[in-house]
Antibody, heavy 124, light 110 residues
Framework: QVQLQESGPGLVKPSETLSLTCTVS????????WSWIRQPPGKGLECIGY???????NYNPSLRSRVTMSVDTSKNHFSLSVSSVTAADTAFYYC??????????????????WGQGTLVSVSS | QSVLTQPPSVSEAPRQRVTISCSGS????????VNWYQQVPGKAPKLLIY???LKSSGVSDRFSGSKSGTSASLAIRGLRSEDEADYYC???????????FGGGTKLTVL
């Protein structure tokens, strides 16, 4: 049973960079896509983007200019950076594994495992 | 404003049946599989249904998913108090080139 655990500062100052790491245990990071999803307190889910174990990325267009993701297969973890943060970036940040499965008309994907989430607050 | 539209809340009595709708467009639900997630307050979301109507491992047979055109639905029969949670639909959007979610539906078991 794969487990994911987010880690990083819970408080970031406005205009600075938010940095989080997700450590994967109970399974290899290889062979999968790894995602970051956030949820402002009391609100819905927003996909920030994902990274493959090979390092290829896909970022949400609304955040692309401020987001960077990286992966370290030797440490079995992947990371997220969001620059120039504002109060609007205050949210629970979740990492998740994105599974790819062959369907009758092509590939389909879903998030099958999630970290417990970590609250990042942006405040001076 | 979420790309996928869900009712903010639904409620029903124990042992009854409830459905949660999810409306999208051709670029997301109309062209891609729909997944449903359950989020109990204070916890991370959990995969419930994937590829429109397949149940994730360990999910009760009381849960079922369906899709028609650009809309999808999650049905829960035999409601129990432990089903109280927020439910989110999700699909890949070919135009936005990212995952999109519904705004979430809060289920209350009366």
């Amino acid at each position: 049973q794969v487990q994911l655990q987010e880690s990083g500062p819970g408080l970031v100052k406005p205009s600075e960079t938010l940095s989080l790491t997700c450590t994967v245990s109970g399974g290899s990071i290889r062979g999968y896509y790894w995602s970051w999803i956030r949820q402002p307190p009391g609100k819905g889910l927003e996909c920030i983007g994902y990274i493959s174990y090979t390092g290829s990325t896909n970022y949400n267009p609304s955040l692309r200019s401020r987001v960077t993701m990286s992966v370290d297969t030797s440490k079995n973890h992947f990371s997220l950076s969001v620059s120039s943060v504002t109060a609007a970036d205050t949210a629970f940040y979740y990492c998740a594994r994105q599974v790819r499965v062959a369907g009758t008309s092509g590939w389909f994907y879903y998030f099958d495992s999630w970290g417990q989430g970590t609250l990042v607050s942006v405040s001076s | 404003q979420s790309v996928l539209t869900q009712p903010p809340s639904v409620s029903e009595a124990p042992r009854q049946r409830v459905t949660i709708s999810c409306s999208g467009s051709r670029s997301n639900i109309g062209n891609n599989a729909v997944n449903w997630y359950q989020q109990v307050p204070g916890k991370a979301p959990k995969l419930l249904i994937y590829y429109d109507d397949l149940k994730s491992s360990g999910v009760s047979d009381r849960f079922s998913g369906s899709k028609s055109g650009t809309s999808a639905s999650l049905a829960i029969r035999g409601l129990r108090s432990e089903d109280e949670a927020d439910y989110y639909c999700s699909a890949w959007d070919d135009i936005l080139n990212t995952w999109v979610f519904g705004g979430g539906t809060k289920l209350t078991v009366l």
